[in-house]
């Protein structure tokens, strides 16, 4: 199946790793708004550059648009996309406002696009595992489920594009940013949250977003949880998930399961394999999770079956961080749609 990037920076280069060493999966060009950033990356890889997205799609034959942009970029790109005949496999967050994900899911349903999110966390073996875990309910009623995402980035970081630490473009700080994946990962493992209360400051860097969060969050099963996000914490710690219910505990590091006792016995812990990684570094994190996301694309499409992450799914954990925010703001808990 033929794949296009839309956008040249930096996320493009994991995304032109994984459409190369999927199976099935042939890169046949690539299109970004400013034409000396496309023409390099296409020089750089041997691949040509689009003056547009509907050339990239008709001209190109492009089957499926990969979307590189900034995050307060993805909709109109993934529109355009969609519009021209193109499946999309958006990189996270799939757009920073629910709003602007209602319309690509509107335009994916009557144009009949699939439309999948990169949320490649989903994806590692340690994560499945404890997913399996929870659904078949070996930790019995889930009392707790926490999330502490102890990120690093030097204020250089963010100076080094100006629509980083930015609302419009980034859609936040340490939640939105850097948060999202494990935030989306112990929203999915544990049936979606109910309702949020938080408190989000702006304590180690010159931006207009948080870089601390704490948030204490209700989850739809009864249970409580807290969400700590930051990218404070030199030099940056592995991420964790704990969860707790009442026949055991599972402790999730970096993706991996480090902790799991169930009755009172402790099982093996799984910790081999790659982790999801970039709590020090943004440019060192797996591209595993893209790799499967890519073929997960082309098995969707050829069976005409959702994709892994699809628009709906991918909302969540935008609603979710959104209504932090929001409840930041306000001062009070936000109670998030039982649709979602």
């Not at 033929?2 to 999927?22: D, L, S, T, W």
């Not at 948060?179 to 989306?184: L, P």
Request: glycine share 12%; aromatic share 6%; net charge negative.
């Amino acid at each position: 199946m033929k794949f296009g990037i839309v956008g040249a920076g930096v996320i493009a280069e994991y995304h032109r790793e994984a459409i190369e060493r999927a199976e099935g999966a042939e890169l046949v060009g690539v299109y970004d708004k400013f034409p000396e950033a496309s023409e390099k990356f296409a020089a750089r890889h041997g691949l040509p550059s689009f003056s547009s997205i509907e050339t990239l799609v008709e001209n190109g034959v492009a089957e499926v648009v990969t979307i590189a942009t900034p995050s307060g970029w993805h909709l109109e790109p993934s529109l355009r996309a969609m519009e021209a005949g193109a499946h999309v496999l958006c990189e996270k967050p799939l757009e920073v406002t629910t709003g602007k994900i209602d319309r690509m899911i509107a335009v994916s349903e009557r144009t009949g696009r699939k439309l999948g999110a990169v949320l490649q966390v989903r994806t590692f073996p340690g994560c499945r595992t404890a997913k399996e875990t929870i659904r078949d309910g070996k930790l019995g009623e889930i009392l707790i489920a926490d999330a502490y995402i102890k990120y690093y980035r030097t204020q250089e970081y963010y100076d080094a594009d100006a629509w980083r630490g930015t609302f419009e473009l980034d859609g936040g700080g340490a939640a939105m940013n850097q948060g999202i994946h494990w935030i989306d990962l112990v929203n999915w493992l544990v049936g979606d949250a109910e309702w949020v209360e938080s408190r989000c400051a702006t304590l180690g860097h010159d931006i207009e977003v948080e870089d601390v969060c704490h948030a204490v969050v209700g989850w739809k099963g009864g249970g409580r949880g807290m969400i700590e996000a930051t990218t404070c914490a030199r030099p940056g710690f592995p991420t964790r998930i704990e969860i707790h219910g009442t026949r055991g505990s599972l402790l999730l590091e970096d993706s991996h399961i480090r902790r799991m006792v169930i009755d009172g016995e402790e099982s093996v812990a799984e910790c081999s394999g790659e982790g999801a990684g970039g709590h020090a570094d943004p440019t060192k994190f797996s591209v595993e999770g893209h790799i499967v996301h890519v073929e997960n694309m082309i098995e969707a499409v050829v069976k005409n079956r959702p994709p892994l992450v699809n628009g709906t799914e991918a909302r969540k954990s935008v609603q979710l961080i959104t209504s932090l925010y929001e409840s930041s703001r306000e001062g009070k808990r936000i109670g998030l749609s039982v649709s979602q």
